[in-house]
């Protein structure tokens, strides 16, 4: 009896290549249907089922849940390492932030990090492309 190994690795990899592909043309088609509509001139999208996602620096789309997160739950995103004010002071992490336009993450340190601004109602907002500039 032969040894069936070499079999199975072919059949796994011919499964795991179209199963990829598969994915990749329905991820593709989902977004070319129009499904995500940019809402005005911000970075965010919208889909039929009133889901809000946001770019992320890898290129992809993030659902948001709410716009207004602490500190602690930016953290757990997969994108987010740091989130700083201004000054380039770390936040605690039960602050909040309230996400507004674009997510523009800059590099602090080595990690990608949040830069946010007091608002003047005592929470925290993102700075806005315009104001990411200076940095």
Not at 31 to 52: C, L, M, W
Not at 63 to 69: D, F, G, P, Q, R
């Amino acid at each position: 009896m032969k040894d069936k190994k070499p079999i199975l690795l072919c059949l796994f990899a011919l499964f795991a290549v179209l199963f990829t592909v598969f994915f990749m043309v329905y991820v593709a088609s989902y977004e070319e249907d129009g499904k995500f509509t940019q809402i005005g001139s911000s970075e965010f999208y919208a889909t039929p089922q009133s889901k809000i996602y946001a770019l992320i620096p890898s290129g992809g789309k993030f659902e948001l849940k709410e716009s207004n997160l602490s500190v602690a739950e930016l953290l757990r995103l997969n994108f987010i390492e740091a989130v700083a004010d201004e000054n380039l002071k770390p936040l605690s992490s039960d602050e909040r932030v309230n996400l507004i336009g674009a997510l523009k993450l800059v590099f602090l340190d080595f990690r990608a990090t949040l830069l946010v601004k007091k608002e003047s109602g005592g929470g925290f907002r993102n700075l806005s492309v315009k104001e990411l500039r200076r940095f």
